[in-house]
């Protein structure tokens, strides 16, 4: 298996972009076009298990878009082969401070293109590795 393929690593990156600017203006369609519409989706949030599409599609449309500007650091791309990726990153938002952000995505492209299969997001006390 190759890994970090470069084309594909550039593939990803602009799904990412894509995915926060999505998020950060609380563009439901776009988000929701980005998620697999399957049943066996998963999203894990702040305080939130969802399962299924159907699941994340509703609580993104009852989801509240104040507060949702972040800073991210320490983002991760890995792609595995040439349609599998998993994004790694970390943010922090004005609106949560003293707290870290993670999020995680597992990105697989289907035939009808790249989309998040798995996702996860938590908002901790930043641990002392990343305390400045």
């Known amino acids: 298996m190759e890994i970090d393929l470069p084309e594909v690593v550039a593939e990803v990156k602009a799904l990412f972009a894509r995915y926060e600017k999505a998020l950060v203006s ?9 998620f697999r519409d399957d049943a066996r989706t998963v999203r894990y949030g702040n305080s939130e298990c969802l399962y299924g599409y159907s699941e994340i599609k509703a609580f993104r449309s009852a989801r509240s878009p104040v507060g949702l500007g972040r800073t991210l650091s320490k983002t991760v791309i890995t792609t595995y082969g ?3 990726a998993v994004a790694s990153t970390l943010y ?3 609106s949560a401070p003293g707290k870290i952000g ?3 995505q597992t990105w697989v492209r289907f035939p009808e293109g790249w989309r998040v299969a798995a996702a996860h997001v938590s908002l901790i006390d930043p641990p002392p590795e990343l305390k400045s």
């Open 26 to 34: 609380n563009d439901v369609a776009e988000l929701d076009a980005m």
């Open 82 to 84: 040439r349609d599998v």
């Open 92 to 94: 922090q938002r004005p």
């Open 102 to 104: 993670r999020q995680m």
